[in-house]
């Protein structure tokens, strides 16, 4: 299990950490916000959409097919109703120039079922506690 550290700095604003890595989330100046990161609904979107190009980079470089010119576009909103979430993502692959078109009923299967897509169509349980930290000092 990856050790995940979010600890507030200001304001709106949280630093992640994961494996050393850091990462800060804000909210926007329109919301109270500093706008010095993401947001961490935009973060949750960006995961989504990164797997998906890590899986069809994946893709396309087990079949040898160039990689270069993949991307992923994305868009999102919020659903109209409680509970606060998000109502509607969606993804575009971008495959690069000369991709093949009889690869992509494959690519799009492989795109589908990236871990964080599949953790969303079954979603994991999720437990939230409140206490003492065991991890800052």
Known sequence: MTDILVKHEQGD?????????????????????????????????????SCVAFYAGRYLRRHDIP??????????????????????IALRVVVPEGFPEGRRAGLLAVAEHCTV???????PEVTVTVGASTRIA
């Open 117 to 123: 897509h599949n953790s969303i169509r079954q979603a």
């Open 13 to 49: 604003r949280f630093r992640i950490t994961v494996r050393g890595h850091k990462l800060v989330v804000d909210q926007p100046l329109d919301d109270g916000g500093g706008d010095e990161g993401p947001t961490p609904v935009e973060v949750f979107v960006a995961g989504l959409a």
């Open 67 to 88: 990689v270069e010119g993949l991307a992923v576009e994305c868009d999102f909103t919020f659903a109209e109703d409680r509970p606060a979430r998000v109502g509607e």
